[in-house]
T-cell receptor, first 116, second 111 residues
């Protein structure tokens, strides 16, 4: 079974540019989560999809961030325009419905975003 | 107060010793508790989960939960240099329908 796949693995962009991160969850996992880790801080929740619907986007920092999950398969997270404070590692995680309390999530390897 | 608190470390232990990692959480409604291990530049990897008060053992790892004290810990026996990583405590509070993470404790096991 393929794991959660994220790309790119690294991205360096200039302030004001646009970047799109992609996450392919494990097949059959309806739940898809985006998290972000800024250096030295905790992994912070950004949003949660159930299939193609946004279940919870309370962690999205501001309207420069746009997440989509068309068709309930892969998801994209676009940052436009990027700011210096957006730098960090963006993780995607997925799970089957109802399993998180028992089994947690499976994480992707993350996208390290550096805004210069 | 942070929702999930961990000492950032580094916690340095000699090879073969017991490493003790601690975590406190603020939401009394929290139901499930997880320990993830994250090597530098890699994704978090689930190593233990615990739901009931008491101890849960899996190989060299023991998770301990005390809901009254809102405290979770992870013991690693016979620590190995390969255990050197950041250990993340995560809490599932059903009302939030997501995992809340602590900042992690960096463990360094030296030969």
């Amino acid at each position: 079974e393929a794991g959660v796949t994220q790309f790119p693995s690294h991205s360096v962009i200039e302030k004001g540019q646009t970047v799109t991160l992609r996450c392919d969850p494990i097949s059959g996992h309806d739940n898809l989560y985006w998290y972000r880790r800024v250096m030295g801080k905790e992994i912070k929740f950004l949003l949660h999809f159930v299939k193609e619907s946004k279940q919870d986007e309370s962690g999205m920092p501001n309207n420069r961030f746009l997440a989509e999950r068309t068709g309930g398969t892969y998801s994209t997270l676009k940052v436009q325009p990027a700011e210096l404070e957006d730098s960090g590692v963006y993780f995607c995680a997925s799970s089957q419905p109802g399993t998180v309390p028992n089994y947690g999530y499976t994480f992707g390897s993350g996208t390290r975003l550096t805004v210069v | 107060q942070k929702e999930v608190e961990q000492n950032s470390g580094p916690l340095s232990v000699p090879e073969g010793a017991i490493a003790s990692l601690n975590c406190t959480y603020s939401d009394r409604g929290s139901q499930s508790f997880f320990w993830y291990r994250q090597y530098s530049g890699k994704s978090p990897e689930l190593i233990m989960s615990i739901y009931s008060n008491g101890d849960k053992e899996d190989g060299r790892f023991t998770a301990q939960l005390n809901k009254a004290s809102q405290y979770v810990s992870l013991l690693i026996r016979d620590s190995q240099p390969s255990d050197s990583a950041t250990y993340l405590c995560a809490v599932w509070a059903g009302g939030y329908n997501k995992l809340i993470f602590g900042a992690g404790t960096r463990l360094a096991v030296h030969p």
